[in-house]
């Protein structure tokens, strides 16, 4: 089984800065992308930034210019920088990966698995 952990939620206050980590662990063939996503309370959960193999970059255009996503492969582990921070930007922050599994059979299985979240708070 695959697990992501994620860590480095808090509270903050306005243009303060955290890391958030994500770590994915367990019968892993290689991971084909990492991304982190956000719910705010009484909003639908959206697409924060995303990396995916090959370097390339994604964000949303609420966070351009204050969040940085990175990647280290050889951990299977996703880091997101953020800067800035707004009131706005407090939300539960997921971590998203689209792995591919060696099933027992030794088929490989490719899939999103998704982090338990944690708790970002930007207030003052």
């Known amino acids: 089984q695959v697990q992501l952990v994620e860590s480095g939620g808090g509270s903050v206050q306005p243009v303060g800065s955290l890391r958030l980590s994500c770590v994915a662990s367990?019968?892993?063939?290689?991971?084909?992308?990492m991304g982190w996503y956000r719910r705010s309370p009484g909003k639908q959960r959206e697409l924060v930034a995303i990396?995916?193999?090959?370097?390339?970059?994604e964000y949303s255009d609420s966070v351009k210019g204050r969040f940085t996503i990175s990647t280290d492969n050889a951990k299977n582990t996703a880091h997101l920088e953020m800067n800035s921070l707004k009131p706005e930007d407090t939300a539960v922050y997921y971590c998203?990966?689209?792995?591919?599994?060696?099933?027992?059979?030794?088929?490989?299985?490719?899939?999103?698995?998704w982090g338990q979240g944690t708790q970002v708070t930007v207030s003052s």
């Open positions: 367990g019968n892993i063939f290689s991971i084909n992308g």
């Open positions: 990396s995916i193999t090959g370097g390339r970059t």
């Open positions: 998203k990966a689209d792995i591919t599994v060696t099933r027992n059979s030794g088929i490989r299985v490719g899939s999103d698995y």
